[in-house]
T-cell receptor, first 110, second 112 residues
Protein backbone atom coordinates (compact mmCIF):
# COMPACT_ATOMS: atom_id res chain seq x y z
CA UNK A 1 0.00 0.00 0.00
CA UNK A 2 1.60 3.27 -1.10
CA UNK A 3 -0.93 5.61 0.51
CA UNK A 4 -0.65 7.72 3.65
CA UNK A 5 -0.40 5.57 6.76
CA UNK A 6 -1.02 6.57 10.35
CA UNK A 7 -0.15 4.78 13.54
CA UNK A 8 -1.81 3.91 15.82
CA UNK A 9 -5.35 3.75 14.47
CA UNK A 10 -6.81 4.02 17.96
CA UNK A 11 -5.40 5.32 21.24
CA UNK A 12 -7.04 5.45 24.63
CA UNK A 13 -5.16 7.40 27.27
CA UNK A 14 -5.76 8.80 30.70
CA UNK A 15 -6.05 12.51 31.18
CA UNK A 16 -2.66 14.06 31.83
CA UNK A 17 -0.67 11.51 29.87
CA UNK A 18 1.40 12.30 26.79
CA UNK A 19 0.64 10.70 23.44
CA UNK A 20 2.47 10.63 20.11
CA UNK A 21 1.07 9.81 16.70
CA UNK A 22 2.98 9.01 13.56
CA UNK A 23 2.22 9.73 9.92
CA UNK A 24 4.04 8.26 6.94
CA UNK A 25 3.15 10.29 3.84
CA UNK A 26 3.33 9.23 0.22
CA UNK A 27 7.07 9.14 -0.38
CA UNK A 28 7.34 11.69 -3.19
CA UNK A 29 5.08 14.28 -1.52
CA UNK A 30 6.82 17.31 -0.04
CA UNK A 31 3.82 18.74 1.78
CA UNK A 32 2.33 17.16 4.87
CA UNK A 33 -0.69 18.36 6.86
CA UNK A 34 -2.25 17.52 10.20
CA UNK A 35 -5.98 17.98 10.81
CA UNK A 36 -8.24 17.31 13.76
CA UNK A 37 -11.84 16.13 13.45
CA UNK A 38 -14.38 16.00 16.25
CA UNK A 39 -17.63 14.07 16.06
CA UNK A 40 -20.06 15.45 13.50
CA UNK A 41 -17.69 18.16 12.26
CA UNK A 42 -15.45 18.47 9.26
CA UNK A 43 -11.68 18.23 9.70
CA UNK A 44 -9.89 21.35 10.98
CA UNK A 45 -6.39 22.34 9.90
CA UNK A 46 -3.70 22.11 12.59
CA UNK A 47 -0.32 22.49 10.91
CA UNK A 48 1.60 22.11 7.67
CA UNK A 49 5.10 21.07 6.64
CA UNK A 50 7.01 21.70 3.44
CA UNK A 51 9.73 19.07 3.63
CA UNK A 52 11.10 19.38 7.19
CA UNK A 53 10.02 22.99 7.69
CA UNK A 54 6.87 23.67 9.67
CA UNK A 55 5.44 26.63 7.76
CA UNK A 56 2.05 27.24 9.36
CA UNK A 57 0.33 26.47 12.64
CA UNK A 58 -3.32 26.95 13.46
CA UNK A 59 -4.42 28.73 16.63
CA UNK A 60 -5.98 25.35 17.50
CA UNK A 61 -2.45 24.07 18.11
CA UNK A 62 -1.95 24.97 21.75
CA UNK A 63 1.39 24.87 23.57
CA UNK A 64 0.68 21.28 24.54
CA UNK A 65 0.83 20.22 20.90
CA UNK A 66 4.03 19.81 18.95
CA UNK A 67 4.65 18.41 15.50
CA UNK A 68 7.87 17.46 13.81
CA UNK A 69 8.97 16.14 10.47
CA UNK A 70 12.63 15.24 10.74
CA UNK A 71 14.39 14.71 7.43
CA UNK A 72 11.21 15.66 5.61
CA UNK A 73 9.82 12.14 5.62
CA UNK A 74 7.50 10.87 8.36
CA UNK A 75 5.90 13.22 10.85
CA UNK A 76 4.94 12.97 14.50
CA UNK A 77 2.29 14.83 16.44
CA UNK A 78 2.69 14.87 20.21
CA UNK A 79 0.12 16.01 22.72
CA UNK A 80 1.37 16.63 26.23
CA UNK A 81 -0.80 16.53 29.36
CA UNK A 82 -3.84 15.35 27.42
CA UNK A 83 -7.26 16.73 28.27
CA UNK A 84 -10.69 15.28 27.57
CA UNK A 85 -11.22 17.99 24.96
CA UNK A 86 -8.35 16.52 22.95
CA UNK A 87 -10.50 13.49 22.14
CA UNK A 88 -10.84 13.52 18.37
CA UNK A 89 -9.71 11.92 15.14
CA UNK A 90 -6.28 13.19 14.08
CA UNK A 91 -5.81 13.05 10.34
CA UNK A 92 -2.65 13.37 8.30
CA UNK A 93 -2.57 14.25 4.61
CA UNK A 94 0.17 14.61 2.03
CA UNK A 95 -0.20 16.39 -1.28
CA UNK A 96 1.14 16.93 -4.68
CA UNK A 97 -1.82 18.62 -6.37
CA UNK A 98 -4.58 16.95 -4.37
CA UNK A 99 -4.58 15.90 -0.74
CA UNK A 100 -4.36 12.22 0.14
CA UNK A 101 -5.48 11.44 3.66
CA UNK A 102 -4.57 8.65 5.99
CA UNK A 103 -7.15 6.67 7.93
CA UNK A 104 -6.56 8.78 11.02
CA UNK A 105 -5.77 8.12 14.65
CA UNK A 106 -8.78 8.17 16.94
CA UNK A 107 -7.78 9.50 20.36
CA UNK A 108 -9.96 8.98 23.41
CA UNK A 109 -8.93 10.71 26.62
CA UNK A 110 -10.58 9.23 29.70
CA UNK B 1 -10.51 30.98 1.28
CA UNK B 2 -14.11 31.50 0.25
CA UNK B 3 -16.85 29.90 2.31
CA UNK B 4 -19.16 27.23 0.89
CA UNK B 5 -22.77 26.35 1.68
CA UNK B 6 -24.14 22.84 1.25
CA UNK B 7 -27.39 21.17 2.27
CA UNK B 8 -26.80 19.16 5.45
CA UNK B 9 -28.23 15.94 4.10
CA UNK B 10 -29.83 14.26 1.13
CA UNK B 11 -31.06 10.82 0.14
CA UNK B 12 -30.79 9.24 -3.26
CA UNK B 13 -31.81 5.95 -4.80
CA UNK B 14 -29.29 3.30 -5.73
CA UNK B 15 -28.57 3.34 -9.44
CA UNK B 16 -29.82 6.88 -9.94
CA UNK B 17 -27.74 10.01 -10.41
CA UNK B 18 -26.99 11.99 -7.27
CA UNK B 19 -26.70 15.76 -7.74
CA UNK B 20 -24.98 17.54 -4.86
CA UNK B 21 -25.19 21.34 -4.89
CA UNK B 22 -22.71 23.80 -3.43
CA UNK B 23 -22.83 27.58 -3.20
CA UNK B 24 -19.60 29.58 -3.14
CA UNK B 25 -20.72 33.08 -4.01
CA UNK B 26 -17.55 34.78 -2.69
CA UNK B 27 -15.13 32.66 -4.71
CA UNK B 28 -12.25 34.62 -6.17
CA UNK B 29 -10.62 34.23 -9.56
CA UNK B 30 -7.70 32.06 -8.48
CA UNK B 31 -9.69 29.69 -6.27
CA UNK B 32 -10.51 26.14 -7.26
CA UNK B 33 -13.56 24.12 -6.28
CA UNK B 34 -12.62 20.79 -4.69
CA UNK B 35 -14.84 17.91 -3.69
CA UNK B 36 -13.87 15.32 -1.11
CA UNK B 37 -15.93 12.64 0.55
CA UNK B 38 -15.56 10.86 3.85
CA UNK B 39 -16.94 7.41 4.37
CA UNK B 40 -17.62 6.53 7.99
CA UNK B 41 -14.45 6.06 10.08
CA UNK B 42 -12.13 6.74 7.15
CA UNK B 43 -10.05 9.72 6.08
CA UNK B 44 -11.43 12.08 3.42
CA UNK B 45 -11.01 10.94 -0.17
CA UNK B 46 -10.38 13.29 -3.09
CA UNK B 47 -13.07 13.16 -5.78
CA UNK B 48 -12.58 15.94 -8.29
CA UNK B 49 -11.69 19.61 -8.66
CA UNK B 50 -12.15 22.40 -11.19
CA UNK B 51 -11.49 26.06 -11.82
CA UNK B 52 -14.13 27.17 -14.31
CA UNK B 53 -14.64 24.40 -16.84
CA UNK B 54 -16.76 21.36 -16.19
CA UNK B 55 -14.72 18.32 -15.26
CA UNK B 56 -15.31 14.57 -15.37
CA UNK B 57 -13.33 11.63 -14.07
CA UNK B 58 -14.03 8.01 -13.25
CA UNK B 59 -15.76 8.93 -10.01
CA UNK B 60 -17.90 11.95 -10.78
CA UNK B 61 -18.64 15.03 -12.85
CA UNK B 62 -18.30 18.61 -11.66
CA UNK B 63 -20.48 21.31 -13.16
CA UNK B 64 -19.46 24.90 -12.36
CA UNK B 65 -21.80 27.75 -13.26
CA UNK B 66 -20.52 30.41 -15.60
CA UNK B 67 -20.30 33.01 -12.81
CA UNK B 68 -18.53 30.36 -10.64
CA UNK B 69 -20.77 31.15 -7.69
CA UNK B 70 -22.10 27.62 -7.44
CA UNK B 71 -21.32 24.10 -8.55
CA UNK B 72 -22.86 20.65 -8.63
CA UNK B 73 -21.17 17.32 -8.07
CA UNK B 74 -22.82 14.54 -10.01
CA UNK B 75 -22.43 10.89 -9.09
CA UNK B 76 -23.83 9.30 -12.26
CA UNK B 77 -24.96 5.95 -10.86
CA UNK B 78 -25.02 6.02 -7.08
CA UNK B 79 -24.19 2.80 -5.24
CA UNK B 80 -24.58 1.92 -1.58
CA UNK B 81 -20.83 2.44 -1.20
CA UNK B 82 -21.30 6.10 -2.12
CA UNK B 83 -22.98 6.72 1.24
CA UNK B 84 -20.69 9.30 2.83
CA UNK B 85 -20.30 12.94 3.84
CA UNK B 86 -19.42 15.03 0.80
CA UNK B 87 -17.42 18.21 1.27
CA UNK B 88 -17.28 21.09 -1.19
CA UNK B 89 -14.17 23.21 -0.58
CA UNK B 90 -12.87 26.33 -2.24
CA UNK B 91 -9.13 26.80 -2.08
CA UNK B 92 -6.35 28.58 -3.87
CA UNK B 93 -3.13 26.75 -4.59
CA UNK B 94 -0.94 29.50 -3.17
CA UNK B 95 0.55 29.79 0.28
CA UNK B 96 -0.01 26.66 2.31
CA UNK B 97 -0.53 24.68 -0.85
CA UNK B 98 -3.64 22.60 -0.41
CA UNK B 99 -4.66 23.64 3.10
CA UNK B 100 -8.32 22.72 3.08
CA UNK B 101 -11.08 24.45 5.03
CA UNK B 102 -13.87 21.94 5.55
CA UNK B 103 -17.43 22.98 6.27
CA UNK B 104 -20.16 20.70 7.50
CA UNK B 105 -20.60 18.88 4.20
CA UNK B 106 -23.64 17.03 2.88
CA UNK B 107 -24.45 13.68 4.42
CA UNK B 108 -25.57 11.50 1.50
CA UNK B 109 -27.49 8.31 2.13
CA UNK B 110 -27.90 6.01 -0.85
CA UNK B 111 -30.92 3.78 -0.39
CA UNK B 112 -31.61 0.47 -2.12
Amino acid sequence: DTGVSQDPRHKITKRGQNVTFRCDPISEHNRLYWYRQTLGQGPEFLTYFQNEAQLEKSRLLSDRFSAERPKGSFSTLEIQRTEQGDSAMYLCASTDSEAFFGQGTRLTVV
Amino acid sequence: DAKTTQPPSMDCAEGRAANLPCNHSTISGNEYVYWYRQIHSQGPQYIIHGLKNNETNEMASLIITEDRKSSTLILPHATLRDTAVYYCIVSSRRGAGNKLTFGGGTRVLVKP
